[in-house]
């Protein structure tokens, strides 16, 4: 199936390795037999989890992202710790750490391919509920405000740029989804 569009690896050169990101530049034999160039960035996968509380707002979290040079509002998340690392566990620990809380029940919204043209990146979203507040404790190198707001406060900064991060706008948004589409349903049964 689709063999007409895959590219087939020749060779593959290390460019940078780096504490996160590592830079391959790979030569590629095309479907039409030729040869191209596929410089791309490997990355361990990652995991967010967007908090709920009882009263139906959400735990966002502040903080400075260096290459955009701007401070962002997100759902907590973070790299994998290993390649076979469990996405959930590392939802857990994310959760943890940058907000305080641990959840009861964590469920999986969906997984996304970050940026597909130059990264293997993919990002698992996970939503938090039954929460139990504790101690922030984030690494020695995060400085980040904990934000509680409204769902419906959420969706209206994603869509109108107040809020970027492409995970954030997804788990905000497909969370919004659902929480309609189940109000719906109950509506529709009473």
């Known amino acids: 199936m689709y063999e007409d569009l895959i590219e087939k690896k020749v060779s593959s050169e290390a460019i940078f390795d780096g504490v996160l990101l590592h830079v391959k530049r790979d030569t590629v034999e095309l479907p039409n037999g030729k040869e191209a160039t596929r410089e791309w960035i490997k990355h361990p996968g990652a995991s967010s989890v967007i908090p709920i509380l009882p009263d139906g707002r959400i735990i966002l979290v502040r ?98 740029g107040r809020i970027v991060d492409a995970k954030s706008v997804i788990s905000i948004l497909m969370l919004a989804q659902q929480r309609a589409y189940l109000s719906n349903v109950h509506l529709v049964d009473a």
Request: hydrophobic residues 35%; aromatic residues 6%; negative net charge.
């Open 63 to 160: 903080q400075y992202r260096y290459p955009i040079g701007e401070v962002t509002l997100e759902v907590p998340a973070g790299k994998l710790d290993a390649p076979d690392e469990d996405p959930l566990v590392c939802a857990e620990r994310e959760l943890s750490e940058e907000t305080g809380y641990t959840a009861a029940r964590i469920t999986k919204l969906t997984t996304i391919a970050t940026t597909v043209g130059f990264s293997n990146e993919k990002i698992h979203l996970y939503a938090a509920e039954g929460l139990t507040a504790g101690k922030q404790h984030t690494d020695e190198d995060e400085f980040i405000n904990v934000v509680r707001v409204p769902l419906e406060e959420a969706v209206a900064m994603a869509q109108d």
